[in-house]
């Protein structure tokens, strides 16, 4: 079978190694002019099952104000993007009930876990150079009553396997001793042992080479304009001056895969959520932490990828925006000092490089893969905040479905055709 997918990031490349392996022909199509580039490039790191909760938590609503008006505040609402989300918003919020929320942190979880095993796989049997870490996160807060707010998420995800450490200070400090500094500030921690840490971009690099020695082929600087039918099935890709030709149309585009199938009667609603990120080379010699930490309290995260530090955070609703915003800049700039006073020293935070990228956030929290009622149109998307975590599960799950493979997971949580 001949499959095009539309886009090299994370979730297109595993997807394309995946079919490859099962003797496929593949090749992928992409509008920049080398893989990894999208929301993929300089993510936080975090292979994290373990946050599996979507963002609409019970009670969301009331936080809305907060949004629109606090220029501090994590989540960011631009009065531009409100008009663009009326639709996806309110299935954004209707998925917030309690029952649904917890089928959605289920899903993840499970995806998760099934994708961080074969991550596990690949890393044993490929030269896969990613900046791994295998020492679980770290989650502190600042406050008893957050803390207590999310023993319940933890407790939840714990009937399905996951392992959740309730930590002291004192014990916290002894797993990561770079927190010490802080310590005063802190009333708890949790640690997520299953948890892992690695590079989205190193491993995309290292996919584009296997996929080539497998005899995959890449088509950069594409961009497709429309996916073509004939007799009611997807047959090919139309790229401006050519059209070509596969049994199967994958799409995996990110931000851009709604606007892609919408013309065909596919309905995905995802929407993109800004994010930051800025990654820092201290000096040599500096103690480093050693495991990736994330601040209940900042919604925000530090990774250590191999000698280089990235300090994650924001969610801005700001439509396909990508400009570099000074003030987010400067609150994870300000959220570094917070954690790592004595690492983010003038001459630390000069080596910064922020990064802004789109998340492709789903309205129900829960990716899109699978095939859509066009037959040979096939979508693996969606991901939102969690697509490192969940590529290599996403792509195993589709790619036996696209084989007619009995899958190893449930693929109805994910069903390209479900109501939210
Ligand atoms: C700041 C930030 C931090 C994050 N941190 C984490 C984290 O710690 N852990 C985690 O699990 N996830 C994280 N994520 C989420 C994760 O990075 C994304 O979910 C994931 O990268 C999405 O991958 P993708 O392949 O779907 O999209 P992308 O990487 O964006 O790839 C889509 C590709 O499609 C191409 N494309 C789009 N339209 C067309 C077209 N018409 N023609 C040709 N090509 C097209 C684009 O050029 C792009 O290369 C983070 C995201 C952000 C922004």
């Known amino acids: 079978m001949t499959n095009i997918i539309i886009g090299a990031g994370v979730i297109g490349l595993t997807t394309a190694l995946e079919l490859l392996e099962r003797g496929q022909d ?12 999208g929301a993929s490039f300089a993510n936080g790191g975090l292979l994290t099952p373990a946050m599996s909760d979507p963002w609409n938590a019970p009670g969301i609503h009331r936080h809305l104000a907060e949004f629109l008006f606090s220029s501090s505040s994590a989540i960011k609402l631009r009065w531009s993007a409100i008009p663009s989300l009326f639709a996806w918003g309110g299935r954004f919020l209707l998925s917030s009930t309690p029952a649904r929320f917890r089928a959605a942190i289920a899903a993840n979880f499970e995806l998760g876990m099934y994708s961080l095993g074969i991550l596990d796989e690949w890393r044993a049997r490929l030269p896969l150079s990613i900046d791994a870490s295998d020492v679980g996160t770290l989650k502190f807060f600042r406050s008893s009553r957050a803390f207590d707010a999310v023993v319940g998420v933890t407790d939840l995800l714990r009937e399905q396997g996951l392992d959740a450490r309730m930590l002291s200070v004192e014990e916290m400090i002894r797993l990561e001793p770079c927190l010490e500094p802080i310590a005063s500030q802190l009333v708890g921690a949790i640690h997520y042992p299953q948890d892992k840490s690695g590079d989205a971009y190193l491993l995309c690099r290292a996919l584009a080479d296997r996929i080539r020695r497998l005899g995959g ?3 950069f600087g594409r961009e497709v304009h429309a996916i073509e ?5 997807a047959i090919g890709i139309d790229l401006g001056e050519e059209t070509l030709r596969a049994d199967n149309i994958i799409v995996a585009a990110g931000t851009a895969s709604p606007g892609l199938v919408k013309r065909l009667g596919v309905r995905l609603a995802i929407k993109p959520v800004k994010g930051y990120s800025i990654t820092y080379e201290p000096e040599p010699g500096q103690r480093l932490p050693a495991i990736p930490v994330v601040d209940d309290a900042y919604h925000a995260a530090v990774t250590p990828l191999g000698g280089r530090l990235r300090s994650v955070g924001t969610a801005e609703f700001a439509g396909g925006d990508l400009h570099l915003d000074r003030e987010r800049v400067d609150n994870l700039t300000a959220f570094m000092k917070a954690v790592y006073p004595q690492i983010a020293t003038a001459e630390t935070l000069a080596t910064g490089k ?3 990228g789109l998340r492709p956030v789903a309205a129900d929290g829960r990716p899109y893969i699978g095939e859509t009622q066009t037959p040979g149109l096939w979508i693996n998307s969606g991901h939102g905040h969690l697509g490192w975590t969940l590529a290599a599960g996403s792509a195993r799950l589709l790619a036996d479905l696209i084989t007619r493979t009995r899958p190893e997971i449930a693929p109805e949580p994910y069903c390209v055709m479900r109501r939210a």
């Open 229 to 233: 039918l004939r007799g009611g099935k």
């Open 26 to 37: 593949v090749t992928l199509v992409d509008q920049e002019p080398q893989e990894g580039l």
């Open 217 to 219: 082929t890449f088509h």
């Open 354 to 356: 922020p990064w802004t």
